[in-house]
């Protein structure tokens, strides 16, 4: 499932807030320190320092962010209880609401900020009934409280376009990423997407001694079959290939469509003679089958080179060795094996 945000950005944001939550914090100390608000200057210090924390522990990502909101919610908690500097403590709360949905996204944001909001209205009610800060006029709490549910509530709508429109490029840069590796007439698995495999497998076989095969084939006389019959139905003998390769390969098997009018499998932890069988199975299921598009049929075959990979070998070297026995193949009569 797609997460929030990718680690390093949730990272980045964390270290963000943590900074400007000390320096805010810092400066707002050093300011009621100088108007002798000493508790406030204190309650400050220490609010300071839990920021500092949570930046240098930021790479834990979730739990730095846990320290940056409960310690903002702590100290707004604070200030609304005491009124702050002249009772304008209050008013910073409405910064909760951002910070919150940047940090946690929408379904834990709005889960925190309902908490934040029950307990905001607690402390307003706390600083009424215990006479620890008399609010003037008498209405302030309720309209901060209103102003916030608003801010609040813009937030969140703007929270779930955000993650709306990122989950969508999120989903088409997914689909280009699929739609890059497979090849658009055949859906078989293009070049590209097969050399990375062929990478993995042969470091299986450095590193692990798992053998594995390449078949590399060729249809035969294609050109022919496109001369006789027109364009549309060699595309349509080819989709008919990738069908029998289907059907005929392991499957754990890599069938790909390497250019033209040829083709590669990978058979992992597989030996040479596996290799031949699922040459031969090819073979056979091509003279059982005939391609056909409208009234024109015909049989197509196959040349192919069988190779095991080698661990001494490079990826480019093994496929030469695969093409040279494919042309082999070819020199000796064509729709025939030939491997080593
Ligand atoms: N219809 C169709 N033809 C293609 C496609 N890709 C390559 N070809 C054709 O495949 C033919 C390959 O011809 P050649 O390389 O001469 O090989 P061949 O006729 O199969 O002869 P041999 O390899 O000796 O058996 C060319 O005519 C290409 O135009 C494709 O996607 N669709």
Redesign the pocket.
Known sequence: MYEYSNKSERKLIVRFFSSIGFIATFSMASLAFINSSYLLACTLVVSSFVYLLAFSISRGVEKSGTIILYNLYALMFYLVLTGGAQGTGPIWIFIVSPVTYSIRGLKRGTFDIILFLLAIVLGFYCADIFNIYDYSPEQFPIRIIIAFMIVASLSGYYECSREKYSNKIIALSQKNEFLATIDP?TNLPNRRYTMNKLVAFKSELKDNNTPFVILLA???????I?DQFG?????E??IQLAKTFDKSIPKNAIASRWG??EFLIVIPDAIVEQGEQVAEKIHNALKASVVSLFSDSTNITL?IGVISASAERSIDLDIKRADELLYKA?AQG?NRTCSS
């Open positions: 007439l060729d249809v035969d006389n294609f050109k022919k496109n364009h549309d139905f060699g595309d003998a080819l033209g009018e040349s070819k064509k």
